[in-house]
């Protein structure tokens, strides 16, 4: 019987550590309830719907200038580095909602081969927002790992920002 009790609390330590891959940090992401110091497998950081997770749109957390150029700081929290054919993440935005058409903003940041899937890598990436303003739009970052040994492989983060004169 106790095997089996350890045997349940090592697939549940296991599948904690699972749930957590993709976090934004700034501009913050919608709801960002993440303990502190973030650990591979918090559940905030955890959202594989596209596109944003079945996260509840806001009010805009940020507001930008036109053709402003910002730095969109987030953190690979968990690698699932595919070598057959390796993922990417990048950074998006939408006038439209979140199942709007996306501008893909960033260049295509290439997955990579990590060693431990536990590794959180963190990226400050620049991005030129577009010279169309907006009250609500979205800016999404996402991980799409290609991964086909994985039941859930791609993973979205996003926040609500303005563009306004």
């Known amino acids: ?21 993709l976090c934004l940090f700034d501009p913050p992401q919608r ?3 993440w303990g502190v ?19 509840t749109t806001g009010a805009p957390v940020k507001s930008y200038s036109p053709e402003s150029t910002i730095q969109v700081f987030f953190q690979q929290n ?4 595919y070598k057959p054919n390796p993922g990417y993440l ?3 935005l939408s006038y439209d909602g979140d199942n709007g058409d996306y501008i893909v903003l960033s260049p295509t940041i290439d997955d990579f081969n990590a060693w431990d899937m536990v590794t959180q890598t963190n990226y400050s990436v620049s991005v030129t927002l577009p010279t169309q303003t907006c009250k609500s739009c979205v800016l999404r970052v996402r991980y799409i790992s290609n991964n086909a040994g994985e039941p859930e492989p791609d993973f979205y983060q996003c926040s609500d ?4 004169e």
């Open 90 to 92: 990048d950074v998006s």
């Open 31 to 33: 709801e960002p309830n």
């Open 161 to 164: 920002i303005a563009i306004q």
């Open 78 to 81: 968990y690698n699932h580095w």
């Open 1 to 21: 019987m106790i095997k089996y009790i350890v045997a349940i609390i090592i697939i549940l330590q296991l599948n904690s550590f699972a749930l957590a891959h």
């Open 37 to 55: 110091p973030i650990q591979p497998g918090d559940n905030a950081c955890y959202r594989v719907s596209s596109n944003c997770g079945n996260t």
